[in-house]
């Protein structure tokens, strides 16, 4: 058995889709990934399904209404990758040295994410093009 992680991880891929079902037909039912849960993030305006796919999950994130983060991405670059998430073994100590090196996440606290996570963002101008989440990792769907 694994204590916290002494380095980052990826924890997982979220990726933009405008219906759950469709992205599932794809995820699980033709590539056979496992599905191990679907649930609404409010906080974030989603509902995602989370497949596992070896050490790591890929989410699926469907808008719950039109002002989700997910629903502009999808008006304005369609479908595709919307971020990319590290599990980061201190939350707290990796958005302060994001403040300290000029790059602040996008909220000053983290907030509730899928899984019983604390998740940050830190915005694709200060990360290469990518949407980066930080995130403590999943609770509830075990490691
Ligand atoms: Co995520």
């Known amino acids: 058995m694994n204590d916290q992680p002494s380095k980052p991880e990826l924890d997982h ?11 599932l037909a794809l995820w699980r039912d033709t590539l056979g990934l496992e599905l191990t ?6 906080s974030e305006g989603v509902r995602v399904a989370v497949l596992q796919i070896g050490g790591t999950r890929i989410e699926l994130l ?6 989700s983060p997910v629903a502009k ?5 369609g479908a595709g990758i919307h971020h990319v998430a590290v599990k980061v073994p201190d939350l707290e100590a990796a958005q302060q040295r994001l403040r300290d090196a000029g790059k602040p ?3 000053d606290e983290a907030r509730p994410g899928a899984g019983g996570a604390r998740v940050n963002f830190l915005h694709p101008k200060h990360a290469g093009g ?6 403590t990792g999943h609770g509830s769907h075990g490691d």
Request: glycine letters at 8%; aromatic letters at 0%.
């Open 13 to 23: 891929l979220g990726i933009a889709v405008p219906d759950l079902e469709q992205g």
């Open 37 to 42: 849960g679907i649930e609404e993030v409010p």
């Open 62 to 67: 469907e808008p719950l209404n039109d002002e």
């Open 73 to 77: 991405h999808l008006e304005k670059r």
């Open 105 to 107: 996440p996008l909220r």
């Open 130 to 135: 990518v949407l980066l989440e930080l995130t």
